[in-house]
């Protein structure tokens, strides 16, 4: 499978960025997937993961009420809807396929993109 991640940029707090993530190889409904993000000098932190087939989706307590992940099954893309951003969510966002998709944990994966910068700054 191969994941190209897109849509990261510079925004205000208060801002909203939407994430895609077109997924090539494997159709998307096949997939447990989702995103994580990593911030200089932290872990890695599992943002949100969609299970196969319309499954359990997981939202990290620090996400939930403000990002919404969905899927474009005719596209094969995933996107990540990211409103409300605040400064801590400043970080470089990895679309991935995810072990233990929906329980919270170390993030590991099998395959990931290459990454895209969210910055929030005033």
């Known amino acids: 499978v191969q994941l190209q991640a897109s849509g990261g940029g510079l925004v205000q707090p208060g801002g909203s960025l939407t994430l895609s993530c077109v997924v090539s190889g494997f159709k998307l409904d096949d997939l447990d997937i989702g995103w994580f993000r990593q911030a200089p000098g932290k872990e890695r932190e599992r943002v949100s993961c969609?299970?196969?087939?319309?499954?359990?989706?997981f939202y990290a307590d620090s996400v939930k009420g403000r990002f919404t992940v969905s899927r474009d099954y005719v596209e094969n893309t995933m996107y990540l809807q990211m409103n409300s951003l605040k400064p801590e969510d400043t970080a470089i966002y990895y679309c991935?396929?995810?072990?233990?998709?929906?329980?919270?944990?170390?993030?590991?994966?099998?395959?990931r993109g290459q990454g895209t910068q969210v910055t929030v700054s005033s």
């Open positions: 969609m299970r196969r087939s319309w499954g359990t989706i």
């Open positions: 991935a396929t995810l072990e233990g998709c929906t329980v919270p944990g170390p993030v590991r994966f099998t395959a």
